[in-house]
């Protein structure tokens, strides 16, 4: 995908799925420090009182994963 619509791709598959897709080179802050990871997956767990889910991505970070909201992260080009 040439750069604008592969944002567009993201951006969609995001709004529809809940987590950005399997393989995504994202970064985003940790310790202070700016980060670079892969998207491994999804994770999901519902939200007292109201009983809505919350979600986002698992992100592969140094040998661990990790899960981050999808506000947290941005995408690496």
């Known amino acids: 995908f040439p750069s604008h619509d592969r944002k567009i791709y993201l951006f969609g ?3 529809l799925l809940g987590r950005y897709p399997v393989g995504t080179f994202v970064r985003f802050d940790h ?3 700016e980060a670079f990871g892969i998207v491994v ?3 999901k767990k519902p939200k007292a009182p109201f009983g809505y889910v919350h979600d ?3 992100v592969l970070l140094s040998g661990s994963i ?5 506000w947290e992260l941005k995408i690496f080009e």
Not at 66 to 70: R, S
């Open 56 to 58: 986002g991505s698992l």
């Open 66 to 70: 990790q899960e981050k909201e999808n």
């Open 31 to 33: 310790d202070r420090r």
């Open 13 to 15: 598959y995001r709004a």
């Open 41 to 43: 997956g999804k994770w």
